[in-house]
């Protein structure tokens, strides 16, 4: 079974620029949660998408948007970067919605916003 | 305002010793409690989880004690090895929510 995988691992962008992260769900997961870990804090929750529909947002503004595919994989897009927005992000995928089905993580992407 | 609580920030067991990670909540409507452990460079990894109506869940060396009229929630990691130093979080999620409510992480070493 394969796991939650992201990419790129690593990304490297100035102010003002443009970024897509990019999420594949475990097999038979239809619901992903996006967070955003700053570096020696805990993570954030962003959004959650559920079969194609946004279902749940953090306290981030409207430049942190998001999408899911049929086949249930998804992106982070990120407008207007800043420097604050340097931070490790990272993709959980569940079975289902519901405070039931555990949140699987993957690795991240480390952005680095100069 | 924080809504999980976790202490200790940081701590040091040596080999064999029980590490002991605390938390404390004050949404009651939270009814999912899980621990993940995250080593440098990767994602966080579920650990072990508990819903209110247990006190107490045991997975290997690992268990979680709950006390919901305290409103508490710890970690004991029993026979701890160098290979379980690792930053811990203790995370919440309400009944009905979507988002899992993390503490800030506590960074656990084992000394040999």
């Known amino acids: 079974e394969t796991g939650v995988t992201q990419s790129p691992t690593h990304l490297i962008k100035t102010r003002g620029q443009q970024v897509t992260l990019r999420c594949s769900s475990q097999?038979?997961?239809?619901?992903v949660s996006w967070y955003q870990q700053a570096l020696g804090q805990g993570p954030q929750f962003i959004f959650q998408y559920y079969r194609e529909e946004e279902n749940g947002r953090g306290n981030f503004p409207p430049r942190f948007s998001g999408l899911q595919f049929p086949n249930y994989s998804s992106e982070l897009n990120v407008n207007a970067l800043e420097l604050d927005d340097s931070a490790l992000y990272l993709c959980?995928?569940?079975?289902?919605?519901?405070?039931?089905?555990?949140?699987?993580f993957g690795d991240g992407t480390r952005l680095s916003i100069l | 305002q924080q809504q999980v609580k976790q202490s200790p920030q940081s701590l040091i067991v040596q080999k064999g010793g029980i590490s002991i990670i605390n938390c404390a909540y004050e949404?009651?409507?939270?009814?999912?409690f899980p621990w993940y452990q995250q080593f440098p460079g990767k994602g966080p990894a579920l650990l072990i989880a508990i819903r209110p109506d247990v006190s107490e869940k045991k997975e290997g060396r690992f268990t979680i004690s709950f006390n919901k009229s305290a409103k508490q929630f710890s970690l004991h990691i029993m026979d701890s090895q160098p290979g379980d130093s690792a930053t811990y979080f203790c995370?919440?999620?309400?009944?009905?929510?979507?988002?899992?409510?993390f503490g800030k992480g506590t960074t656990l070493s084992v000394s040999s």
């Open positions: 995370a919440a999620f309400k009944m009905a929510g979507t988002a899992l409510i």
């Open positions: 959980a995928s569940s079975l289902d919605r519901g405070s039931n089905q555990p949140q699987h």
């Open positions: 097999s038979g997961h239809n619901t």
């Open positions: 949404n009651t409507a939270f009814d999912y």
